[in-house]
């Protein structure tokens, strides 16, 4: 009998812990309003993140107010391209940082981190100067976008 009260509530506790609820983190409606239009290309896909991957778009969408607009525009433009990754395309640029990251030499990181620290201390303005340009423009492209354009006039036969 002992043994039969034992295997039920083994059983028990074991579909209880099935059915228990895993800790997701936030819902998508607990999130405030600024949080959710800086995180707007996460809508469909926040059920299914983690909550470690929640805590960090959230952590990303409190810098959101102090961005400047082109700022806003990019991240909002780097959500949407990660959005449409593929499992196993995020998972390859998950392994690519990494890898970056573990083959910097050790004495090296020391150099490195001192650097990215007096970049972060630039003023904004200062910073955009480190900017590099999306793609490279030929210079006789970059001469003819310069141009101003020329206004054309509307053709009236009366006034030639």
Same mark, same amino acid.
């Given at each position: 009998?002992?043994?039969? =009260?034992?295997?039920? #509530?083994?059983? =028990?506790?074991?579909?209880?812990?099935?059915?228990?609820?895993?800790? +997701?983190?936030?819902?998508?409606?607990? #999130?405030?309003?600024?949080?959710?239009?800086? #995180?707007?290309? #996460?809508?469909?896909?926040?059920? $299914? =993140?983690?909550?470690?991957?929640?805590?960090?778009?959230?952590?990303?969408?409190?810098?959101?107010?102090?961005?400047?607009?082109?700022? $806003?525009? +990019?991240?909002?433009? +780097?959500?949407?391209?990660?959005?449409?990754?593929?499992?196993?395309?995020?998972?390859?640029?998950?392994?690519?940082?990494?890898?970056?990251?573990?083959?910097?030499?050790?004495? +090296?990181?020391?150099?490195?981190?001192?650097?990215?620290?007096?970049?972060?201390?630039?003023?904004?303005?200062?910073?955009?100067?480190?900017?590099?340009?999306?793609?490279?423009?030929?210079?006789?492209?970059?001469?003819? $976008?310069?141009?101003?354009?020329?206004?054309? $006039?509307?053709?009236?036969?009366?006034?030639?």
């Amino acid at each position: 009998m002992r043994a039969l =009260l034992a295997a039920a #509530l083994l059983a =028990l506790a074991a579909t209880s812990a099935l059915a228990a609820p895993k800790d +997701r983190g936030p819902q998508w409606a607990s #999130l405030n309003a600024d949080q959710q239009v800086a #995180l707007a290309p #996460l809508q469909h896909d926040w059920p $299914r =993140l983690s909550k470690e991957q929640k805590v960090k778009w959230i952590g990303i969408a409190k810098r959101y107010p102090e961005m400047k607009p082109e700022e $806003r525009k +990019r991240a909002q433009a +780097r959500m949407q391209a990660w959005v449409k990754l593929t499992p196993e395309q995020r998972m390859q640029a998950r392994e690519q940082y990494r890898s970056i990251a573990t083959k910097v030499a050790p004495d +090296r990181k020391e150099e490195l981190r001192r650097y990215w620290a007096e970049y972060q201390s630039l003023p904004a303005h200062e910073r955009r100067m480190f900017d590099v340009p999306p793609t490279y423009v030929k210079p006789a492209e970059r001469r003819q $976008r310069a141009k101003p354009a020329q206004k054309q $006039r509307d053709y009236n036969p009366a006034f030639p």
